[in-house]
C-alpha cells in the first residue's frame, strides 16, 4: 500500500470513446504528477500539479486533458485516443515540487489498451 | 536535456549472485540521484537515493555511490534473492538556484532483473 491509489486498473476503450482516470493520494502531499510508461521507453512526465495548480505540461496532445480539484485528487479525461496511446499510465504525488529530496509515491497504473 | 542511461537488460543470475545495474548520466548542475524499483503489477517505489557527489545510498542490501567524476550511480546488491526480481530504474531530479526542482525526474529505460533459485 503506497498511500496513492488508481483507477481503475485496466481500460481498453476504442479511438472515439471518452473516459477518464483517477488517482487520489492519502498522504498529504501537495504535488501530483501524471506519467507515461510505454513498452522499451523510459518512464515520461506528462504533468505536475503543485497547490493545485499546473506546473508542468511536457507537450502533452490536447486529447490529453488532466484536472485537478484539490490537492488529493487527479483525473486525466481522455478523448479520441490513438493506438499508440496505449500504455501504463502512473500517477504520483510528493510533498511538494520545491522540496528537491522528497522522493514521489506511486500509484500501481491503470493499464490503458486503446482499440 | 538531460538524460540517464542505463544498461541493457535483461540481467538474469543465480540466486546469492552479485548484482550490478550500470547507470550514467547527463545533466546540468548537481542532480540528485535515485534508483526505483517495479515489482510486477505494480507502480514504482524509491530504493535508494544520494543527492550530493560522493554520497552512498543504501537500502535492502542494495547501495549506490554518487560518482561526479565518471556521471555515474551504478546500482550493486551483494547476494541477490528471487524476490529481487523487478525492473530497476535510474532516475535524476535537476536542482535548479534556490533549490527547487520543480518535480521533474527524468527516468532511464529500466533494467529488468530476473534470479532463478
Known amino acids: 500500500e503506497t498511500g496513492v491509489t488508481q483507477t481503475p486498473r485496466h481500460l481498453v476503450m476504442g479511438m472515439t470513446n471518452k473516459k477518464s482516470l483517477k488517482c487520489e493520494q492519502h498522504?498529504?502531499?501537495?504535488?501530483m504528477y501524471w506519467y507515461k510508461q510505454s513498452a522499451k521507453k523510459p518512464l515520461e512526465l506528462m504533468f505536475v500539479?503543485?497547490?493545485?495548480?499546473?506546473?508542468e505540461n511536457n507537450s502533452v496532445p490536447s486529447r490529453f486533458s488532466p484536472e485537478c480539484p484539490n490537492s488529493s485528487h487527479l483525473f486525466l479525461h481522455l478523448h479520441t485516443l490513438q493506438p499508440e496511446d496505449s500504455a501504463l499510465y502512473l500517477c504520483?504525488?510528493?510533498?511538494?515540487?520545491?522540496?528537491?529530496?522528497?522522493?514521489?509515491?506511486f500509484g500501481d497504473g491503470t493499464r490503458l489498451s486503446i482499440l | 536535456g538531460d538524460s540517464v542511461t542505463q544498461m541493457e537488460g535483461p540481467v538474469t543470475l543465480s540466486e546469492e549472485a552479485f548484482l550490478t545495474i550500470n547507470c550514467t548520466y547527463t545533466?546540468?548542475?548537481?542532480?540528485?540521484l535515485f534508483w526505483y524499483v517495479q515489482y510486477p503489477g505494480e507502480g514504482l517505489q524509491l530504493l535508494l537515493k544520494?543527492?550530493?557527489?560522493?554520497d552512498k545510498g543504501s537500502n535492502k542490501g542494495f547501495e549506490a555511490t554518487y560518482r561526479k567524476e565518471t556521471t555515474s550511480f551504478h546500482l550493486e546488491k551483494g547476494s541477490v534473492q528471487v524476490s529481487d526480481s523487478a525492473v530497476y530504474f535510474c532516475?535524476?531530479?535537476?536542482?535548479?538556484?534556490?533549490?527547487?526542482?520543480?518535480?521533474?525526474?527524468?527516468f532511464g529505460q529500466g533494467t529488468i532483473l530476473t534470479v532463478h533459485p
Open positions: 544520494a543527492t550530493k557527489a560522493d
Open positions: 504520483a504525488s510528493s510533498r511538494g515540487t520545491g522540496i528537491v529530496n522528497q522522493p514521489q509515491h
Open positions: 532516475a535524476l531530479i535537476r536542482v535548479y538556484a534556490g533549490g527547487t526542482s520543480y518535480g521533474k525526474l527524468t
Open positions: 498522504l498529504g502531499h501537495n504535488a
Open positions: 545533466a546540468t548542475g548537481y542532480p540528485s
Open positions: 500539479y503543485n497547490f493545485k495548480e499546473q506546473t
